[in-house]
């Protein structure tokens, strides 16, 4: 039952993987429409906030029992993460930004280990340190080994905010008033978005973009069909399939797990939108698979954080994809 359960754990992972390493695919060709970034990050994250908001109304309890909680997650788990990947983006090459934000499961280990005290698992170590192999080759590390020391700082603080998910995640947990997990992540979105409309200013955006057609590869959709994946698919469904799926997996896998959204991004990118992967870019992503399945091989340490938020990946995923254009 227990064998079941993970496995059941682990499909809809790679259910929930597959919708976030989507988005890319889909927001891409809205940014060579002409539509900033920004403006797209920006309305994912209160598109999403808007079909969670009567999860918010129904868990608005929370607001009273649990503010700090809900204001930490929303700013660094939300806003935090896409904020530092930006301002990283914009001093040091794409990849070696991409690459730097996924150093988030490896911190997370380091914290449950060297701060929390609390064992990681050999399998989880090892899972996390090979696929961190075959991210440095997905986003071909080399092609951009002369870097700004400001960019990597911001690049690690991207991905100090992804490993703070988690433990905020612990956080919310401590104690008899556990809080429910989708209130969460609802209250999370409607926090980030407020916090991404002071940085991305949406009332500078083209709404005529929104309102015509947009190219992906071959073949034209109307942008605000591009504009419903990204949020209804790649955010909202990728959220909640993923909160269900990490009940059943420990956070070390969990996050191990999610550096699988890249190599899936890459792989659409290739199939849907043309853009053809090199040999070292299937090289790495043989390795992250292989990460993630030594990873999941694991059993639970009792690392003492929640699964119920694990789940959840990073916010900032649809303009990875579109930055290596």
Same mark, same amino acid.
């Given at each position: 039952?227990?064998?079941?359960? +993970?496995?059941?754990?682990?499909?809809?992972?790679?259910?929930?993987?597959?919708?976030?390493?989507?988005?890319?695919?889909?927001? +891409?060709?809205?940014?060579?429409?002409?539509?900033?970034?920004?403006?797209?990050?920006?309305?994912?994250?209160?598109?999403?906030?808007?079909?969670?908001?009567?999860?918010?109304?129904?868990?608005?309890?929370?607001?009273?029992? +649990?503010?700090?909680?809900?204001?930490?997650?929303?700013?660094?788990?939300?806003?935090?993460?896409?904020?530092? #990947?930006?301002?990283?983006?914009?001093?040091?090459?794409?990849?070696?930004?991409?690459?730097?934000?996924?150093?988030?499961?490896?911190?997370?280990?380091? #914290?449950?280990?060297?701060?929390?005290?609390?064992?990681?698992?050999?399998?989880?170590?090892?899972?996390?340190?090979?696929?961190?192999?075959?991210?440095?080759?997905?986003?071909?590390?080399?092609?951009?080994?002369?870097?700004?020391?400001?960019?990597?700082?911001?690049?690690?603080?991207?991905?100090?905010?992804?490993?703070? #998910?988690?433990?905020?995640?612990?956080?919310?947990? !401590?104690? !008899?008033?556990?809080?429910?997990?989708?209130?969460?992540?609802?209250?999370?979105?409607?926090?980030?978005?407020?916090?991404?409309?002071?940085?991305?200013?949406?009332?500078?955006?083209?709404?005529?973009?929104?309102?015509?057609?947009?190219?992906?590869?071959?073949?034209?959709?109307?942008?605000?069909?591009?504009?419903?994946?990204?949020?209804?698919?790649?955010?909202?469904?990728? #959220?909640?399939?993923?909160?269900?799926?990490?009940?059943?997996?420990?956070?070390?896998?969990?996050?191990?797990?999610?550096?699988?959204?890249?190599?899936?991004?890459?792989?659409?990118?290739?199939?849907?939108?043309?853009?053809?992967?090199?040999?070292?870019?299937?090289?790495?992503?043989?390795?992250?698979?292989?990460?993630?399945?030594?990873?999941?091989?694991?059993?639970?340490?009792?690392?003492?954080?929640?699964?119920?938020?694990?789940?959840?990946? !990073?916010?900032?995923?649809?303009?990875?994809?579109?930055?290596?254009?």
């Amino acid at each position: 039952m227990q064998a079941s359960g +993970k496995n059941a754990g682990l499909g809809l992972a790679l259910v929930s993987a597959v919708a976030f390493g989507g988005s890319g695919v889909a927001a +891409k060709p809205l940014i060579e429409a002409g539509l900033d970034p920004l403006h797209m990050v920006w309305l994912r994250v209160a598109g999403a906030a808007l079909v969670l908001s009567p999860l918010a109304w129904r868990h608005r309890d929370l607001v009273r029992r +649990k503010p700090f909680l809900l204001a930490g997650f929303g700013l660094v788990a939300v806003a935090g993460v896409q904020a530092f #990947y930006f301002a990283s983006l914009s001093r040091i090459p794409v990849g070696v930004a991409l690459l730097l934000e996924y150093l988030g499961p490896a911190l997370l280990l380091g #914290y449950i280990r060297f701060v929390q005290r609390k064992p990681v698992t050999r399998a989880a170590a090892a899972g996390a340190a090979v696929a961190v192999v075959g991210l440095a080759c997905v986003v071909e590390i080399w092609a951009g080994l002369s870097l700004d020391l400001l960019g990597v700082m911001l690049g690690l603080a991207a991905a100090c905010c992804q490993a703070c #998910y988690f433990v905020f995640a612990d956080q919310g947990a !401590d104690g !008899d008033d556990v809080p429910d997990p989708l209130g969460v992540i609802a209250y999370g979105m409607i926090v980030g978005t407020l916090v991404m409309t002071v940085i991305a200013r949406p009332w500078q955006i083209d709404w005529q973009v929104l309102g015509g057609q947009a190219a992906m590869g071959d073949t034209t959709l109307p942008a605000l069909v591009l504009l419903g994946w990204v949020v209804l698919i790649a955010t909202v469904f990728a #959220y909640l399939t993923g909160v269900v799926s990490v009940r059943r997996l420990s956070p070390q896998v969990a996050g191990v797990v999610a550096c699988l959204e890249a190599v899936i991004a890459t792989v659409l990118a290739w199939v849907l939108l043309g853009e053809h992967l090199s040999t070292w870019q299937i090289v790495g992503g043989g390795l992250v698979l292989g990460g993630a399945f030594i990873a999941q091989s694991s059993r639970s340490a009792g690392a003492g954080i929640p699964v119920e938020l694990v789940g959840a990946v !990073d916010p900032a995923e649809p303009d990875r994809v579109k930055a290596q254009a």
